[in-house]
Structure formats: structure tokens, C-alpha cells
């Protein structure tokens, strides 16, 4: 296992705590790239100086908060991944197990965003996790 860079992610993340911008407006659907930092064990972590990581919105609760779906460019085909296509014809696979409460200080850049249809296939794959 790799070591992880908790000193290099932690004034990072301080910067987007205590960062007085708006927070950007987002919906349901929508893929945008994350700081989702340096995390615990097999937890998806963020890439890059700014440990970037595109996730899919699934649940908005508010303009502050809502839940994601982080995304791996690895293609797996399992009952705890997702493919979704996106416009430029890539694909990606979400990994439905990693479902996180995010705020949107967190919110990088909007990115592109996932077809109706895929987004309920993508909802019902996730209800049929839950027993």
C-alpha cells in the first residue's frame, strides 16, 4: 500500500474550510471534479496538487450539501460499479459502494453530465445494493 500524503492535503483542505467564496451551484446528475483528499485505507482519495476526483451528484439536499458518487477510470463490472458513457464517448466507472456526504466547498469544476437514463439505471443499481 502506498503512503499517503496527509501533510501535503491537510493545508489544502484548511484552505477550503475556512475559504469565504460562494459555493458553486450544482444539480443532480451533473459530474464535477472534487477535492476529495488524502483519505483512510481503500477509501477513494483525489489526485494532483489538489487531490482532484471526478464524482457524480446523486442526492442534493441543499446549496450546501449533498451526496456523490466518486468515479474510477478503471471499467469494472460488478454489482459495486456503475458504467456510465460520457459526451466525448469515455467511459467510467462509478463506484456505487463509496456514496459520501459532500459539501460543495469541496466543488472544483462541472465537468459534463449523465444522461437521464443512465442516472436512473445508476439509481437502481444503487437501491439494489441496500438489502
Not at 53 to 82: C, D, G, M, Q, V
Amino acid at each position: 500500500m502506498n503512503p499517503k500524503d496527509y501533510k501535503t492535503w491537510t493545508p489544502v483542505k484548511v484552505k477550503l474550510h475556512n475559504s469565504e467564496s460562494i459555493r458553486p451551484g450544482f444539480h443532480e446528475r451533473e459530474i464535477w471534479y472534487c477535492h476529495l483528499g488524502e483519505n483512510v485505507g481503500f477509501e477513494q482519495d483525489g489526485k494532483g496538487e489538489t487531490f482532484l476526483r471526478p464524482i457524480i451528484i446523486l442526492r442534493k439536499f441543499n446549496n450546501e450539501i449533498f451526496w456523490a458518487i466518486p468515479f474510477t477510470s478503471t471499467i469494472k463490472k460488478s454489482k459495486h460499479y456503475f458504467v456510465v458513457t460520457l459526451d466525448d464517448g469515455k467511459k467510467s466507472s462509478a463506484i456505487l459502494s463509496q456514496i459520501r456526504l459532500i459539501d460543495a466547498k469541496r466543488l472544483s469544476h462541472k465537468i459534463d453530465n449523465v444522461k437521464p437514463t443512465e442516472f436512473e439505471e445508476l439509481k437502481k443499481k444503487l437501491k439494489d445494493l441496500i438489502p
